[in-house]
């Protein structure tokens, strides 16, 4: 039974627009009506600025990040399985990708991806972060350094 409750607050916590709460709080703007549309870091970037950018990638990928580690803790004190964490953690980036809180129309969740594999392979997420922005910066293209650096991964 735990592990069902951790794996829908994974979801439910995936699913929460930081784009878009962002966006309404700070900017009065919803980041849907502009740009690609999309609820992720790039396109509230492009919409709200760079800051607003980078904190929303921040607060996407630390969704992996706090799912992953409350899972294990909860695992811990608990008594139950702790394997249920990776579960969690891919509930968490299917809730950013089909968030309940936005009818069902998310990002991308390669932000999102980023923090899930720092925890379950760190070198390998720090290394594919790198190749991230080798290709962005060569390239200057977000999607193609995210479709190279996924593939690193």
């Known amino acids: 039974m735990y592990e069902i409750g951790c794996i829908l607050i994974g979801y439910l916590y995936?699913?929460?627009?930081?784009a878009l709460v962002i966006g309404?709080?700070?900017?009065?703007?919803?980041?849907r009506n502009s740009g690609s549309g999309n609820?992720?870091?790039?396109?509230a970037g492009r919409v709200l600025g760079k800051k607003a950018g980078v904190s929303v990638i921040i607060l996407d990928a630390l969704k992996a990040v706090v799912i992953?580690?409350?899972?294990?803790y909860l695992?811990?004190?608990?008594?139950?399985?702790n394997d249920v964490k990776y579960i969690a953690g891919l509930a968490c980036i299917i809730g950013h990708c089909w968030p309940i809180f936005a009818q069902f129309k998310g990002g991308k969740a390669v932000s999102t991806c980023i923090g899930y594999f720092l925890c379950i392979a760190p070198v390998w997420a720090l290394l594919s972060l790198v190749v991230f922005f080798i290709v962005l910066k060569i390239s200057?293209?977000?999607s193609l350094s995210s479709i190279v650096a996924s593939l690193s991964v």
Do not use: R
Not at 14 to 18: M, Y
Not at 24 to 30: A, G, H, P, S
């Open 68 to 72: 992953f580690l409350l899972t294990d």
């Open 39 to 43: 609820l992720g870091g790039t396109n």
């Open 24 to 31: 309404k709080l700070f900017y009065n703007t919803d980041v």
């Open 14 to 18: 995936g699913s929460i627009p930081f």
């Open 75 to 81: 695992s811990s004190i608990l008594h139950f399985n």
């Open 140 to 142: 200057k293209y977000v």
